[in-house]
């Protein structure tokens, strides 16, 4: 399903006077852009202009930012919060996604839109922290239509009608005219019915990237977000690439028009990370590249991108085509002697359980108490007969080598999954809009109904094992999602994750502090 958006805007001004007796003017410019995704569970934007002392702007500073979502009255019941770290731009603008923060209570997907009214209350803390200075509620008078449409039920089934009368002659299947037009940079023959062509010899695919210049005069933007990098398709070594695209997020976009370009890939040889013509949006954006070519070897292609000044590295790993595709690998055992199988997916070899261990690879007991910044590990509801089913759950203190002293929570020679060998495993088995199915146990013996589209096709066997609050210490979603932490850090504070529901076709990458409670799959050395 494409993408839609249903924007309301509600601009109020709150003064609000904190302890240091300044005056914060504090202006939401409240914007509600629902995403569909078929079925994704979903979030929608929200933005605020936040001035200090002499109602000057807040530029270019961190904040810590709490929401919460009340239902029935402006002190209402908080049926879900989250916490964000964010920065304004120049003009004192912050942007936060609601529903994709650090998650501290309630659940997002289930809120019931249409049993309001609901009420959204923004805590802020100048400085970054969570000392919480700013705080204002606003009615959300604007139902998010979309979350509203996704939780609704449908209507009775209606009479069948008459038949009707039968329609006039279809297409001629073999043709079909288009009406056609240039782009204005010349490189690029588009028509009427969305499809485009690049013209071969002066397109930017076909032209080295010393000899093109990337950077259009009216196009600028103040960031690339390197670690938000996403992409979706398969690349094998010898065949030519097909519907292979690596996304990129930026800010500070100027509206500007700006040209294609195309960089060489490294590592690999073979291969073009090709930006088409395009204009950028009025703020934060997304730039797609499409990869073109063929793969010359196994291994990792990457691309040196620079765009306006601002430089990231994509990658993108090719696999083999001689490898196995799946199948069962040998099982393995870990320090507490429980056996794990595992599974070869493309040109990685995973882990097919949950993680269960007690202890690091080297012996070392991992508590099981919450004690500050260490490591630490649950049971679902502390009851071991769950550990046993759908594995234990950790704290990310636990997975990364950073805060767990240089030690290995996976039995030897295998790891923690990192981020990008979940996006090369997503994106092997069709994207995520689509992978988890494939992913996922089939039927309802550990998940909930429904879980009709599930095949397990990769057999990885994924299983709700829910996750642990350690903030009010409270046991969640046992049956209906599971949530993986991975190695891979997004800021000091926070790991990138991985969620999957029972109602849900799609891999939900999302991020969360270090102090919850996630399962762990383990990916071979």
């Not at 509203?148 to 002659?169: L, M, R, V």
């Not at 502390?382 to 030690?407: R, W």
């Not at 350690?470 to 891979?488: A, E, K, R």
């Amino acid at each position: 399903m494409r993408s839609c958006t249903a924007p309301h805007f509600i601009d109020t001004r709150f003064k609000i006077t904190v302890n240091m007796k300044k005056i914060f003017t504090f202006l939401v410019a409240f914007t509600v852009t629902t995403l569909i995704y078929s079925q994704l569970p979903q979030n929608f934007s929200y933005q605020a202009i936040v001035r200090g002392a002499n109602n000057a702007l807040l530029s270019n500073q961190k904040l810590g930012i709490k929401i919460s979502l009340l239902k029935g009255t402006e002190n209402g019941q908080s049926v879900y919060s989250e916490v964000h770290t964010a920065t304004t731009n120049a003009n004192g603008l912050v942007s936060i996604a609601v529903g994709g923060g650090t998650f501290l209570e309630g659940n997002f997907i289930k809120i019931d839109w249409a049993n309001g009214p609901y009420f959204i209350k923004t805590e802020i803390d100048p400085e970054g922290g969570t000392n919480y200075s700013l705080v204002t509620t606003t009615q959300l008078l604007s139902v998010p239509y979309a979350l509203y449409a996704a939780n609704s039920q449908p209507g009775p089934k209606g009479d069948k009608g008459e038949k009707g009368d039968q329609g006039s002659a279809g297409k001629d299947g073999r043709l079909e005219y288009q009406n056609m037009r240039v782009s204005k940079s010349g490189d690029t023959l588009y028509l009427t019915n969305g499809n485009y062509v690049i013209i071969p010899g002066i397109s930017a695919v076909n032209v080295d990237n010393t000899s093109v210049n990337p950077e259009p005069t009216n196009a600028t933007i103040t960031g690339l977000e390197c670690g938000s990098v996403t992409s979706t398709g398969t690349l094998v070594a010898g065949k030519g690439s097909n519907n292979v695209f690596i996304s990129i997020s930026y800010t500070g976009g100027n509206a500007g028009n700006y040209a294609g370009v195309s960089f060489n890939s490294e590592g690999v040889s073979g291969l073009k990370a090709v930006l088409s013509p395009g204009k950028l949006v009025n703020g934060n954006g997304t730039l797609t590249f499409s990869i073109t070519g063929t793969p010359a070897s196994v291994g990792t292609a990457t691309f040196n991108i620079t765009i306006n000044g601002k430089s990231c590295t994509l990658t993108k790993s090719v696999n083999d085509p001689s490898q196995p595709t799946n199948g069962y690998g040998e099982n393995i055992t870990d320090i507490d002697g429980n056996t794990y199988k595992t599974v070869i997916i493309g040109t990685q070899h995973w882990m097919a359980q949950n993680l269960n261990t007690t202890k690091f690879s080297d012996g070392t007991p991992i508590s099981n108490v919450v004690n500050n910044e260490s490591p630490a590990w649950f049971n679902y509801g502390n009851d071991p007969s769950f550990g046993e089913v759908y594995g234990k759950l950790y704290n990310g203190y636990t997975v990364s080598s950073k805060t767990n002293g240089g030690k290995n929570v996976c039995p030897t020679g295998w790891h923690v999954s990192t981020d990008d060998e979940w996006l090369n495993l997503v994106d092997y088995l069709g994207g995520l809009n689509i992978a988890g199915d494939k992913l996922k146990e089939a039927g309802d013996k550990h998940w909930n109904v429904p879980n009709t589209e599930a095949t397990n096709s990769s057999l990885f066997s994924a299983l709700p094992g829910g996750y642990y609050n350690v903030s009010n210490s409270v046991f969640d979603w046992i049956l209906w999602s599971g949530v993986w932490y991975t190695s891979t850090e997004m800021t000091s504070s926070n790991l990138w994750t991985r969620r999957m529901y029972s109602e849900y076709s799609q891999v939900e990458r999302s991020i969360s502090g270090r102090v919850h409670g996630f399962s762990i799959r383990c990916v071979k050395d």
